[in-house]
Every structure is written in C-alpha cells, then in structure tokens.
C-alpha cells in the first residue's frame, strides 16, 4: 500500500504594504525521518472555501486517522478574504496553524517573515518526493529553501467558445503570433456584426505581459525584487492593444454592462486568454446548452521559447512554530500524496501536482481536457518564476485598472506607463 510504503520510506492580502509580522521560529531539534505513530499530537488545520470544500476536507481527515489514530486534526475554513484576514491577526500574535492551506501571493511575505517552518529536511522522507515533479517541488522555493508544497496546478491557456465559433464560420485558433491572434479575433468580429466578438484586449492582463517578456528570458520581477522590464518595453506592450481597443474586441462599455459575469462567460466574446482552471466556472455561468469549451496554447512570441510554466492553485505549509513538525509534514503529505486524497477531492483544489493524487482522481471531461492541455503544452513549460514580490497584487490590480482605462479612452499608453511605474516605485521601494 502507498500509506506503508511513505511510513517505512523514512524515506498579504496583497498590498503595496509590506506588514510587519512577528515570525521568529525559535529553537528547533533536528527532524526525525518520520512521525512516532504511538504519538498523541493535536494539530491545527486552516483552508478557504465553502461547505463543500470542508465536507471533503472532513472525509480526508477521516481517512487520515485510519492510518494515524493518534493525531488529531482541528480544521476550521473560511472565505479567501476572511481567511487571510484572519492569519495576519495570528501572525502578529505569533499564533498560526499548524498546517495551512496557502496561496502563492503571500508565500514570500510570510517566508521572509520567519512564519513558516522550513520543509526540506522533511523532503524525500515524511514528505514523499516521487509523485512530485521538480518543476512542481521549485514553486514553493523562496530564497533556496522549500517553504510550500503545492497541491494542484494551473497553466495559462487560450479558452475558446466552439459555439460562437461555429456561428462565425471561424475555425479554432491554429497558433502563431500575437499579431495572429489579434487577425483570428477580428475575422471573428467582423462576421458577427456586433452580436459577439473575436475576444477582448489581451494587453489589460499583467499575465499576457509576463509571458512576452519569458519569452525573452526576462521575468516580470526578479528575485531581488527588480522588475524585469522598462517603460519602453511597457509602452511596446500596451501600444499592440491599440488594434484590439479601435474595433476588433469587445466595448469597455459592454463590459461594465455584463458584470459581475465577464464578456467570455457571458457568450459575448469568443476566447480569453486565462489559467487553465478557470473553465469550469466559465461553463458554470454560460449555463444550459454549453458542455464544453475549445481550450488551446497561448500565441507565441519565440518559437522554441519555455514561456509558459505550471502556477500552483494552492499549496500547503506549515507555522514555524508549530510544536509537532513531523506530525505537520506528515499530514500535509497525506493531504497532498495520498491516492485516498486525490480521490476524495478530485479536481476541487485544481488538477493533483502529485501522480499518485491525480492518478487516483476521477476526472470529469473538462478536468480531462484540462490534463490533456498541460500535457500538450509540455515543450513550453519552464521554471516557474520568483516567487511573486510582495505586493504583487497591488501591481496586477494597477496594471488592470489601467488596461480598462485605456479601452475606455481616457487615458493614453504613455500617461499609463507613468502610473505604473510611479506604483511600482512606491511598492517595490516601501
């Protein structure tokens, strides 16, 4: 069985604030292979989501105590907002669970913070390595030390609309160049004469950005901190939108209209550029008479470049101070590596990062075309990059703001680039 063979194995929110968060781990003895199973321990669990989220969760737990009785796991959940509003309250105090549920945007701050508990001497022994690819293991790394284990994956993907594409005349997107896709978006628009359109201004997502500037070897932002780019290079970027924002994507206006649902989920817009993830709440709202969606790679900007890479939906970690790291490391592996995980939560956390999770799921068409996806995007998938800066999200919110400003028209490319560089000065220099 799995579970014996891993026992025996040995083997902010995101503001442009950075907050000051008390994290001093403390006294540590040095980690033992595996947990003591003759241990009574009881360890904290947080995670975000819903009712449905917390039954799966519950049923996990459940399994877990048949294989280890004498560790007790107190799960508590809340929305995504609440949730991290509530760790930035117990890492003043000192006071974070056990074991968390993470997202990659605070990774560095609570890193940096001294809050969680370094993970690689639990690595390739209570933590088993095998079903985890390297690529996978790389994202929860800051500054050379393991401090989260994702536990799904995502890609960034081109979504397309098969019914309006049918209605157009317009066959899927064969690939090719930004300039292409930009081509393919307007045959859609012009045949649909106003009912829909080819797709929306790609140059309003920080993300669409990021993988231009991959392509060229560069990051978005580096390790140190640096952004990986100039306001010549940002002017470039925003000024390729200008087509798109004169006629061949979707109104600004018609946008606003359509909220809170976007213009894609709304049957507005024939394509978005998005993770991989987002599909089943985009066929969700389209609602009765749509069963599946076109889902293929990005536009390329060079041939031959590694410009895509795997994100993680979610990771987990654990608090530095927690007083039962085997017991931590060895839950976080079940929760993770365990085949009776990846069958209980199938894809509700993302598509399993661990084969033995994902081979044990049962994969609903879209969770299947999503794993096809991935697997077809292979030759462009690199390292992940840097860990996201803090205040990461401050910057994509900006870099949105004012890619809406600029389909409105109410400001121009280079009065944009200002702002944002005048944003990113504050954000990286607080």
């Known amino acids: 069985m799995f579970s014996k063979k891993r026992l025996a194995a040995g083997t902010a929110l995101a503001t442009g604030a950075m907050l000051v968060l008390a994290g001093c781990a403390g006294e540590s003895a040095a980690p033992a292979d595996t947990f003591d199973p003759d241990e009574k321990v009881t360890l904290n669990l947080a995670f975000w989501g819903n009712d449905v989220r917390a039954d799966l969760y519950n049923q996990v737990i459940d399994a877990f105590n048949e294989e280890y009785p004498n560790i007790t796991v107190n799960s508590t959940f809340l929305g995504f907002p609440e949730f991290w509003e509530k760790r930035q309250t117990e890492a003043a105090g000192g006071g974070l669970p056990d074991v968390m549920q993470f997202d990659y945007s605070y990774l560095r701050q609570y890193a940096q913070n001294g809050l969680l508990l370094d993970l690689d001497p639990y690595i390739g022994g209570i933590i088993d390595k095998e ?116 006629g061949i994507g979707i109104p600004q206006q018609k946008v606003e209209e359509l909220s809170p649902l976007g213009s894609f989920d709304s049957a507005k817009t024939a394509s978005e550029l998005t993770w991989d993830n987002f599909g089943a709440g985009y066929l969700g709202n389209l609602g009765e008479g749509y069963t599946e969606l076109g889902l293929v790679a990005p536009p390329v900007t060079e041939e031959g470049a590694k410009d895509l890479y795997l994100k993680p939906s979610m990771l987990h970690a654990i608090a530095a101070k927690t007083k039962h790291p085997e017991a931590a490391a060895t839950l976080v592996d079940f929760l993770i590596n365990s085949p009776e995980s990846g069958k209980i939560f199938g894809t509700n956390r993302g598509l399993p990062a661990s084969t033995t999770a994902l081979e044990a799921a049962d994969l609903d068409p879209l969770s299947t075309q999503i794993k096809e996806y991935e697997a077809s995007i292979a030759d462009r998938l690199g390292d992940a990059p840097p860990v996201p800066i803090v205040g990461y999200g401050t910057l994509e919110e900006k870099f949105r703001q004012l890619g809406t400003e600029l389909n409105f028209g109410t400001i121009t490319v280079e009065d944009a680039v200002k702002q944002f560089f005048a944003e990113m000065d504050v954000v990286l220099n607080q």
């Not at 030390?145 to 209605?167: D, Q």
């Open 131 to 246: 079903p985890l690819a390297d690529n996978i293991l790389k994202i929860g790394v800051v500054e050379d030390t393991t401090y989260a284990i994702p536990t799904s994956t995502n890609a960034w993907g081109l979504f397309t609309n098969p019914k309006l594409l049918e209605t157009a005349g317009v066959e899927e997107f064969a690939g090719g160049s930004w300039d292409d896709y930009t081509d393919w978006m307007k045959t859609i628009t012009d045949a649909a004469g106003g009912e829909f359109y080819g797709g929306s201004d790609y140059t309003g997502r920080i993300q669409n950005f990021e993988l231009q500037l991959r392509s060229e070897g560069k990051n978005l932002f580096n390790e140190d901190g640096t952004a990986g780019f100039d306001e010549e290079r940002l002017t470039e970027f925003w000024e390729e939108g200008a087509p798109i924002r004169e």
